[in-house]
């Protein structure tokens, strides 16, 4: 499922963001990106964070904004010094100016030296709180696209549900239409005269039995229910869903194969429509 959440604000003299996104995917692959100063608090970061994505392509990003007091490069005295006295040294036998001694030595290189920054801990303890709120933003998003393939998921099923129920008439019909035609291809070839009643609702009762299809409509009705009963049972239901859909997928696919009608194809095929539409969502779910 996919989700964003974004945290900003002032931790210390530097104003922190913090984004956390994901999209759609069968595993957990977690992205940390922060300052090298942090890095020590990865791991525990990367535990805390991915406990709440669960799944997905997923990012976290940790940034800030550094201006004048952030600068950490420092003149390299001693070094600058020796560069200054070795020019000088050359100017005075050379007869060169020495008025621009200083600002060539500190072009030359390590000149200039980067103090390394130290772990703050209470700097940490405002930036995980900005991580936090960040997560919680996350969640929220999530929470919304999931209320959204929740009615989405209601409406189809109402909407296969609607579909199933119109088969009774249908059915009926098509009783009707193999009695009649049967019959007919018995009278074609015996004398109307002699026909068996019984044998003939035999055959009746056989080809019956062979395009029956109460147990298939008796099946998928019940994973319909178990699909709701599932969308109601809290969070991490992602892979059951796909299984019941499946489920649903196969009774649907065996009234088509038994339908052998045009009218009840049309249907099935409606209902086939409904549910890939519904097994290209699960795969958002969780």
């Known amino acids: 499922m996919t989700g964003y959440g974004k945290a900003e604000g002032a931790v210390g003299s530097r104003k922190y963001t913090v984004e956390v996104r994901s999209l759609n995917g069968k595993n957990l692959d977690l992205s940390v990106r922060m300052p090298s100063v942090l890095k020590e608090k990865e791991m525990a970061l990367r535990k805390e964070l991915g406990a709440r994505i ?11 904004e550094a201006d004048a007091s952030d600068a950490r490069h420092e003149l390299n005295a001693p070094v ?9 040294a050359l100017a005075d036998r050379t007869g060169q100016p020495t008025d621009q001694l200083l600002a060539t030595a500190v072009k030359f290189p390590d000149a200039m030296q980067t103090s390394r920054e130290s772990f703050n801990h209470e700097s940490w303890t405002g930036i995980h709180a900005l991580v936090l709120e960040a997560a919680d933003q996350f969640d929220a998003f999530r929470d919304t696209e999931g209320a959204t393939l929740h009615a989405d998921f209601s409406e189809r099923l109402t909407t296969i549900e609607g579909l199933e129920a119109d088969l009774d008439p249908m059915l009926e019909a098509r009783l009707k239409r193999v009695r009649e035609r049967i019959r007919t291809n018995l009278e074609e070839t015996v004398d109307r005269n002699v026909i068996d009643s019984t044998r003939f609702e035999q055959e009746v009762l056989y080809y019956i039995e062979k395009m029956d299809v109460s147990e298939e409509r008796t099946r998928l009705r ?3 229910v178990y699909f709701r009963d599932i969308m109601n049972t809290g969070h991490g239901q992602g892979k059951k869903l796909g299984f019941v859909a499946q489920e649903m997928g196969r009774e649907i696919n065996t009234l088509g194969s038994k339908s052998n009608d045009a009218d009840l194809q049309k249907v099935v095929v409606q209902m086939k429509d409904e549910l890939e539409k519904i097994k290209e969502q699960v795969l958002n779910v969780l």
């Open 54 to 64: 669960v799944r997905g392509k997923s990012d976290v990003a940790i940034h800030f």
């Open 80 to 88: 600058i010094e020796q560069y200054v006295a070795s020019l000088k």
């Open 222 to 224: 019940a994973h319909m």
